[in-house]
């Protein structure tokens, strides 16, 4: 039997008891087992960590590569700058323009796709395994010597611009980032990855090239691979490619305090918005934190899938929105919990009781044994699915190793999840998600939404859209009025 090849009858939490706290829904299906495969990894003398899991099979093969360094690496005024890096990175090296790169990695039936989060900028690779070699001669490519072209970097910029006027003027968008200012402060962590409307224009040339010397070094990076390809095989491919690739450490990092703000009440008038977006958002968990699997689960029973508490309170039994949902976001330094749904501008004060009253309740009302067996199926069964695609054993892989937890806890996820009880979710919920420890955000019509939501929250804050701005403490110059 490989020892790297964990097989065990793991329930995957797919419990044949129903969830009583919602009716009409099917019975789970019966537990099925779970194979989860472990990797092998080296590190090449350069300092470049890869990391390989053979999956034979399908002739399909995936790779990430990633940066370990994301949007909390931008300099202050210059949110956006890791984004707008990745985002360029595809569009042109000394020896291939963009156009040619679209038109090889499209003739080997691969797709390359680039993204930039908190904490990293990734490059994600998908091929034919017959392909890998040319396929990596490109990734190599555009991951060492990105041209960043000046035309390639303004067309992104007005591209990414022209996507912030849009959001500005759209109730979700802008709740999510005044929340996430609100709560984190001025941190980088705090603006959008993707940047500013303020921040963006301010960017040049100079500063992606800047970012990508300081970043963009073996020791900042590593490689992930997964499906139809040996070990030996893999570890060959990335020497080829990456192996002469001039040593580097990765870039310190100054530590983020994590202190979140003091608690706001926020409305953000935007005067013609059809909808209103309400957003709770508080100080999250960093990705390494012992608990971090209890607070999962906990948001799961709160906002996670159809049958979630919030989504059967707001949507089901109430038909105030199509879908509400929360999320826990963890990060290298710290998180972001929020909970969010949008509704009619009419009914923004009723949704924040509900949403308030569910806090409240996750913390002082013990979950059912039927409903957590079921909420934690969502998960389980979310991660199974998962592990069906060399894909996603892949971004499972690498979000384990940015942030450098074990690489084995990838065998026992269902294992933590399941031993979660419903006593820790309560404790969870009192320590971390009570709601007067929340900032909540209210965006759309301040007429018809600031008279009951002041009944709420009577020293609540009105910004006019208008006069919003994420670069100031304050965000903008309140109003005591409803405009």
Same mark, same amino acid.
């Given at each position: 039997?490989?020892?790297?090849?964990?097989?065990?009858?793991?329930?995957?939490?797919?419990?044949?008891?129903?969830?009583?706290?919602?009716?009409?829904?099917?019975?789970?299906?019966?537990?099925?087992?779970?194979?989860?495969?472990?990797?092998?990894?080296?590190?090449?003398?350069?300092?470049?960590?890869?990391?390989?899991?053979?999956?034979?099979?399908?002739?399909?093969?995936?790779?990430?590569?990633?940066?370990?360094?994301?949007?909390?690496?931008?300099?202050?005024?210059?949110?956006?700058?890791?984004?707008?890096?990745?985002?360029?990175?595809?569009?042109?090296?000394?020896?291939?323009?963009?156009?040619?790169?679209?038109?090889?990695?499209?003739?080997?039936?691969?797709?390359?796709?680039?993204?930039?989060?908190?904490?990293?900028?990734?490059?994600?690779?998908?091929?034919?395994?017959?392909?890998?070699?040319?396929?990596?001669?490109?990734?190599?490519?555009?991951?060492?010597?990105?041209?960043?072209?000046?035309?390639?970097? !303004?067309?992104?910029? /007005?591209? @990414?611009? +022209? =996507? %912030?006027?849009?959001?500005?003027?759209?109730?979700?968008?802008?709740?999510? &980032?005044?929340?996430?200012?609100?709560?984190?402060?001025?941190?980088?962590?705090?603006?959008?990855?993707?940047?500013?409307? !303020?921040?963006?224009? /301010?960017? @040049?040339? +100079? =500063? %992606?090239?800047?970012?990508?010397?300081?970043?963009?070094?073996?020791?900042? &990076?590593?490689?992930?691979?997964?499906?139809?390809?040996?070990?030996?095989?893999?570890?060959?491919?990335?020497?080829?490619?990456?192996?002469?690739?001039?040593?580097?450490?990765?870039?310190?990092?100054?530590?983020?305090?994590?202190?979140?703000?003091?608690?706001? &009440?926020?409305?953000?008038?935007?005067?013609?918005?059809?909808?209103?977006?309400?957003?709770?958002?508080?100080?999250?968990?960093?990705?390494?934190?012992?608990?971090?699997?209890?607070?999962?689960?906990?948001?799961?029973?709160?906002?996670?899938?159809?049958?979630?508490?919030?989504?059967?309170?707001?949507?089901?039994?109430?038909?105030?929105?199509?879908?509400?949902?929360?999320?826990?976001?963890?990060?290298?330094?710290?998180?972001?919990?929020?909970?969010?749904?949008?509704?009619?501008?009419?009914?923004?004060?009723?949704?924040?009781?509900?949403?308030?009253?569910?806090?409240?309740?996750?913390?002082?009302?013990?979950?059912?044994?039927?409903?957590?067996?079921?909420?934690?199926?969502?998960?389980?069964?979310?991660?199974?699915?998962?592990?069906?695609?060399?894909?996603?054993?892949?971004?499972?892989?690498?979000?384990?190793?940015?942030?450098?937890?074990?690489?084995?806890?990838?065998?026992?996820?269902?294992?933590?999840?399941?031993?979660?009880?419903?006593?820790?979710?309560?404790?969870?919920?009192?320590?971390?998600?009570?709601?007067?420890?929340?900032?909540?955000?209210?965006?759309?019509?301040?007429?018809?939404?600031?008279?009951?939501?002041?009944?709420?929250?009577?020293?609540?804050?009105?910004?006019?859209?208008?006069?919003?701005?994420?670069?100031?403490?304050?965000?903008?110059?309140?109003?005591?009025?409803?405009?």
């Amino acid at each position: 039997m490989n020892p790297l090849l964990l097989v065990g009858f793991v329930a995957v939490a797919l419990s044949s008891v129903p969830p009583v706290e919602i009716e009409g829904l099917p019975a789970p299906s019966a537990p099925r087992p779970l194979n989860v495969q472990l990797p092998r990894e080296k590190k090449l003398a350069n300092g470049l960590r890869v990391i390989v899991l053979e999956r034979p099979g399908l002739p399909l093969l995936s790779a990430k590569f990633v940066i370990r360094s994301g949007s909390e690496s931008d300099p202050p005024k210059l949110a956006g700058l890791a984004t707008l890096t990745g985002d360029v990175l595809t569009k042109g090296t000394p020896t291939r323009t963009a156009p040619e790169i679209a038109r090889q990695i499209e003739a080997l039936g691969a797709s390359i796709e680039t993204k930039a989060g908190w904490d990293a900028i990734q490059i994600q690779l998908n091929m034919l395994s017959v392909n890998a070699a040319p396929a990596f001669e490109i990734l190599a490519d555009v991951v060492r010597n990105p041209e960043f072209a000046p035309e390639e970097i !303004e067309r992104q910029r /007005r591209q @990414t611009l +022209d =996507d %912030l006027r849009v959001e500005w003027e759209t109730p979700g968008p802008v709740a999510v &980032a005044v929340a996430a200012r609100a709560v984190l402060g001025t941190t980088a962590y705090a603006y959008p990855p993707k940047g500013t409307l !303020e921040s963006l224009p /301010r960017i @040049t040339r +100079d =500063d %992606l090239l800047a970012l990508h010397q300081r970043t963009f070094v073996p020791g900042n &990076a590593l490689l992930v691979m997964a499906g139809n390809v040996t070990t030996d095989e893999a570890f060959a491919l990335a020497e080829r490619t990456f192996g002469d690739w001039k040593s580097g450490e990765a870039p310190s990092r100054p530590h983020v305090d994590p202190a979140g703000e003091k608690p706001r &009440a926020i409305l953000i008038d935007l005067p013609h918005a059809g909808q209103a977006a309400v957003y709770f958002a508080a100080l999250g968990l960093a990705r390494t934190d012992e608990t971090f699997t209890v607070a999962e689960v906990t948001n799961a029973v709160l906002g996670t899938g159809y049958s979630s508490r919030l989504n059967q309170e707001i949507r089901l039994k109430r038909g105030l929105s199509y879908g509400v949902r929360s999320v826990l976001k963890g990060s290298r330094e710290f998180g972001l919990f929020a909970a969010s749904c949008q509704t009619k501008n009419e009914s923004a004060a009723e949704v924040v009781r509900v949403i308030r009253t569910e806090l409240r309740r996750l913390a002082s009302e013990p979950v059912s044994p039927e409903y957590l067996t079921a909420r934690k199926a969502v998960l389980t069964g979310d991660f199974s699915r998962e592990l069906e695609t060399n894909e996603g054993y892949v971004d499972r892989i690498a979000d384990l190793a940015l942030h450098d937890l074990p690489l084995e806890l990838l065998a026992h996820r269902v294992e933590k999840i399941e031993a979660v009880t419903a006593e820790e979710i309560s404790a969870c919920a009192a320590a971390r998600f009570l709601p007067d420890k929340m900032t909540v955000i209210v965006v759309g019509r301040a007429k018809d939404i600031a008279k009951p939501l002041r009944t709420i929250f009577p020293k609540l804050e009105i910004i006019p859209q208008n006069k919003l701005d994420l670069e100031a403490a304050s965000l903008g110059v309140a109003s005591s009025k409803a405009r």
